[in-house]
């Protein structure tokens, strides 16, 4: 047997083991860290939710889109998904009840992130940074 052969394997298993441990420590760390930073104001009730709904929907073009969103005390991660076609849902956390979530939220469903199955790495490096440099800057990437 080769250096080489012996190699191979090992640096494939190593890459995906870095990829894994990031993936950890960026999901453990993002929501405290979203919850510290998270830009905007806090939600006072659900009138209140549904005016900035109809105004984020209209930033991002995407009033056509019909989107419920409520206040969940059950989780502790707001999320976004499709329930149907052209039909979403929104939870909003509730220690997480500020504008900055809500963009978040929209931004998922904007950029089509809703629509696509599952994709764990895309997820973890392409849409969640996406939606979470919208929430902090409001930069669509
Ligand atoms: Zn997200």
Redesign the pocket.
Same mark, same amino acid.
């Given at each position: 047997m080769t250096n080489k052969s012996i190699l191979k394997p090992i640096s494939k298993y190593h890459a995906i083991s870095v990829l894994v441990t990031g993936a950890i420590i960026f999901t453990s760390i993002l929501p405290s860290a979203l919850n510290e930073f998270s830009k905007g104001e806090k939600i006072k009730d659900k009138t209140h939710l549904e005016t900035l709904l109809r105004q984020e929907k209209k930033k991002l073009g995407i009033e056509n889109k019909d989107i419920n969103v409520y206040f969940c005390d059950r989780i502790e991660t707001s999320s976004a998904r499709k329930i149907n076609e052209n039909s979403y849902e929104i939870k909003i956390a509730n220690n997480q009840r500020t504008t900055g979530i809500l963009d #978040? +939220?929209l931004y #998922?469903i904007a950029d089509g992130h809703c629509d696509k199955s599952y994709n764990t790495l895309k997820y973890f490096f392409i849409? +969640?940074p996406q939606?979470t440099i919208y929430e902090l800057t409001g930069i669509k990437f």
């Amino acid at each position: 047997m080769t250096n080489k052969s012996i190699l191979k394997p090992i640096s494939k298993y190593h890459a995906i083991s870095v990829l894994v441990t990031g993936a950890i420590i960026f999901t453990s760390i993002l929501p405290s860290a979203l919850n510290e930073f998270s830009k905007g104001e806090k939600i006072k009730d659900k009138t209140h939710l549904e005016t900035l709904l109809r105004q984020e929907k209209k930033k991002l073009g995407i009033e056509n889109k019909d989107i419920n969103v409520y206040f969940c005390d059950r989780i502790e991660t707001s999320s976004a998904r499709k329930i149907n076609e052209n039909s979403y849902e929104i939870k909003i956390a509730n220690n997480q009840r500020t504008t900055g979530i809500l963009d #978040h +939220e929209l931004y #998922h469903i904007a950029d089509g992130h809703c629509d696509k199955s599952y994709n764990t790495l895309k997820y973890f490096f392409i849409y +969640e940074p996406q939606a979470t440099i919208y929430e902090l800057t409001g930069i669509k990437f």
